[in-house]
């Protein structure tokens, strides 16, 4: 079975500092892995995927994010904090090529940003 | 491109009382995705449709779930008997091929009173 585990439900930065949200992954077979970002009341948006080309991946908002198989780990992060950049992030996991492509999500990792 | 649409946004319902939240996909995306999202949790998986056939249905969806989408097109979510339990927001989502990017709706608040 595929899961992923972010560490630390809740983030805090100073506006302008590095961003760094963790996420770990278990999976039996080459994983697809994702970042989503949830605004409140709003749905989920991709901020970046891999699937198994480039290991470092850029995405959307200045993010990016390395796969690292020996650590399983699959860590976001932003050189400079923006204010809005406080969301709901959340680190996914989907197992290619399969039948169905469901997207198995992590509890999710609140941050905050400090004026 | 008006993206994935919800509706309605939010719900409010006693409990018994059935309830059904309609979903409607990027146009011409094939697949279509069910997600439910309680407090402090991630979107956890339901069921996704190719065109008009259900391929999956995840064990969190129990008998009182019903989900169509009878031409391919826009789906439904039906919950029958609420239970308080049930509260949630409900995600929907699309793509147009297998493996690709889901665009994810902005999801249907329930509360079961």
């Known amino acids: 079975a595929q899961s992923v585990t972010q560490l630390g439900s809740h983030v805090s930065v100073s506006e302008g500092a590095l961003v760094l949200l963790r996420c770990n992954y278990s999976?039996?077979?080459?994983?697809?892995l994702f970042w989503y970002v949830q605004y409140p009341n709003q749905g989920l948006q991709l901020l970046l995927k891999?699937?198994?080309?480039?290991?470092l991946v850029k995405g959307i908002n200045g993010f990016e994010a390395e796969f690292k198989k020996s650590e399983t780990s699959f860590h976001l992060t932003k050189p400079s904090a923006h204010m809005s950049d406080a969301a709901e992030y959340f680190c996914?996991?989907?197992?290619?090529?399969?039948?169905?492509?469901?997207?198995?999500f992590g509890k999710g990792t609140r941050l905050h940003i400090l004026p | 491109d008006t993206g994935v649409s919800q509706d309605p946004r939010h719900k409010i319902t006693k409990r018994g009382q059935n309830v059904t939240f309609r979903c409607d996909p990027i146009?011409?995306?094939?697949?279509l995705y069910w997600y439910r999202q309680t407090l402090g949790q991630g979107p956890e998986f339901l069921t996704y449709?190719?065109?008009?056939?259900?391929?999956?249905k995840s064990r969190l969806l129990s008998d009182r779930f019903s989900a169509e989408r009878p031409k391919g097109s826009f789906s439904t979510l039906e919950i029958q008997r609420t239970e308080q339990g049930d509260s949630a927001m409900y995600l929907c989502?699309?793509?147009?091929?297998?493996?690709?990017?889901?665009?994810f709706g902005p999801g249907t608040r329930l509360t079961v009173t």
């Open positions: 989502a699309s793509s147009l091929l297998q493996g690709n990017e889901q665009y």
């Open positions: 999976s039996s077979v080459p994983p697809y």
């Open positions: 891999y699937t198994s080309a480039a290991t």
């Open positions: 996914a996991v989907s197992v290619p090529p399969v039948r169905d492509d469901k997207i198995i």
């Open positions: 146009s011409e995306h094939n697949r």
């Open positions: 449709f190719q065109n008009e056939a259900q391929l999956e």
